[in-house]
Antibody, heavy 118, light 110 residues
């Protein structure tokens, strides 16, 4: 069974750094792209970017380029999303999701709630 | 790139059929056979309901179907049931490793 399990919720202050994780299991992790999606409170889904664990090839949505860093450690089947300096507007649920062999997102993590508040 | 356009809300009574539209451009919806639809219940992760415009994943009810004409894709739910009440999002490949989501549609089962 394909599963993506994300790290737990976090509360941070503006200016702090944060790295959240997404661990894949039940499939060959290196062979499938992993993407990240933001959902701000009460809002819709936004595509942030994607990484290929096999070679760490990473692509960002223009809206998120320079705002976050996507990385991966294929030795532990885990992808990461990190911020160097959080803002209150980064408060959201962040989902990792697997891209199938085409361009469909077929499996999603359970989501990680990030709250940034002073 | 702007989000795909969906109606903010739709509603229907149990047993009825409803259709949710998703309008994009020839650079996304109309340019590829790569529109997918997701169902999201409150507090849960999205769930894939339709992919590649018209395909239904195993385990998804046959009451859910997808179609597309030009730059507009549609999700139809027939025989509405109470558990169908949720938010629905369309998503399209938009080239250059980018995906675009619609703004989401809240389905209310009356």
């Amino acid at each position: 069974e394909v599963q993506l399990v994300q790290s737990g919720a976090g509360v941070k202050k503006p200016g702090e750094s944060l790295k959240i994780s997404c661990k894949g299991s039940g499939y060959r992790f290196s062979d499938y792209w992993i993407g990240w999606v933001r959902q701000m409170p009460g809002k819709g889904l936004e595509w942030m970017g994607i990484i290929f664990p096999g070679d760490s090839d990473t692509r960002y949505s223009p809206s998120f380029e320079g705002q976050v860093t996507i990385s991966v450690d294929k030795s532990i089947n885990t992808a990461f999303l990190q911020w160097g300096s959080l803002k209150a507007s980064d408060t959201a649920v962040y989902y990792c999701a697997r891209r199938d062999s085409g361009w469909t997102i077929d499996y999603w993590g359970q989501g990680t709630l990030v709250t940034v508040s002073s | 790139q702007s989000a795909l356009t969906q109606p903010a809300s739709v509603s229907g009574s149990p047993g009825q059929s409803i259709t949710i539209s998703c309008t994009g451009t020839s650079s996304d919806v109309g340019g590829y056979y790569l529109v997918s639809w997701y169902q999201q219940h409150p507090g849960e992760a999205p769930k894939l309901m339709i992919y590649e415009d018209i395909r239904r994943p195993s385990g998804v009810s046959i009451r859910f179907s997808g179609s597309k004409s030009g730059n507009t894709a549609s999700l139809t739910i027939s025989g509405l049931q109470a558990e169908d009440e949720a938010d629905y999002y369309c998503c399209s490949y938009a080239g250059d490793t980018t995906l675009l989501f619609g703004g989401g549609t809240k389905l209310t089962v009356l």
